[in-house]
């Protein structure tokens, strides 16, 4: 035996013959090509191509009866929500005006009128010079309150607001400080021609009579003035206008209302 020559060893079959190997051809390539083909495809799922919802919120189709029942069931449970969240915005708008306005003025309640006074001492770098608070008080309001009623105390009152829409100038801020005071934002002048339009308000008031059930009525106004140069928010500003407005009424023997 040549040990050098490698000889071909043949696999014995269960028959005990041997078992010829034979080279591949065209044919056998194109057995194996047929039997992959007859082969059923592998399974998909379900939700191959589809998708539970669409653009907008739109359900898509596709779904099985069981998964629409689901989502079905889910949209009747989210729906009162939706409506109650709507109302429950209504209510927020409806409360913020209430907030923002006065109940029977033409003009912002306090609350307003306070966040007004905030925005403008925030942005005192771009205002020369510095604008100026006054407090309008009518001194005898409380005396028409008690001859005439509650009814004419809101007719004067109304008078007022449109005495000092009148006069003032369109970038001044007037509101309701509740009560009988008024404030006014005076962004034009400074403090000395601030205080000259406090004195002009108080005339033109007094010189502009009310009259309501019981006749003309002579109404008495009082006003302090406080420069925003030296305030360090809307209630330190507020209570310096209110105490150049106690001296004055202090000084000149008004009653106060």
Request: with cysteine; charged share 25%.
């Amino acid at each position: 035996m040549d040990v050098n020559r490698a000889d071909a060893v043949t696999p014995v079959g269960t028959g005990g013959g041997p078992k010829q190997e034979r080279k591949r051809g065209s044919e056998d390539d194109k057995q194996d090509k047929g039997a992959k083909t007859d082969q059923a495809p592998p399974a998909q799922s379900p939700w191959t191509g589809t998708e539970a919802f669409a653009v907008d919120g739109m359900l898509a189709t596709g779904m099985t009866p069981e998964i629409q029942k689901i989502v079905d069931g889910l949209a009747r449970q989210i729906e009162p929500l939706r409506a109650e969240v709507e109302r429950a915005r209504g209510r927020e708008a409806h409360f913020k005006e209430l907030a923002e306005k006065h109940s029977f003025l033409p003009v912002p309640g306090r609350r307003e009128f306070l966040r007004e006074l905030a925005h403008v001492l925030n942005n005192m770098q771009h205002l020369t010079p510095p604008p100026n608070l006054a407090v309008l008080h009518i001194a005898n309001a409380d005396e028409l309150r008690r001859r005439d009623g509650r009814h004419a105390l809101d007719g004067l009152l109304n008078h007022v607001c449109q005495v000092l829409d009148g006069m003032l100038h369109p970038t001044d801020v007037v509101g309701s400080l509740g009560g009988n005071d008024f404030g006014v934002i005076l962004l034009v002048g400074n403090g000395d021609r601030a205080r000259a339009k406090a004195r002009e308000m108080e005339d033109t008031v007094r010189n502009t009579p009310f009259t309501g059930a019981g006749g003309p009525f002579a109404v008495e106004a009082v006003a302090g003035v406080a420069t925003l140069a030296s305030a360090t928010n809307a209630d330190a500003a507020l209570a310096a206008a209110d105490r150049d407005l106690v001296n004055r009424l202090q000084g000149s023997g008004a009653a106060a209302g």
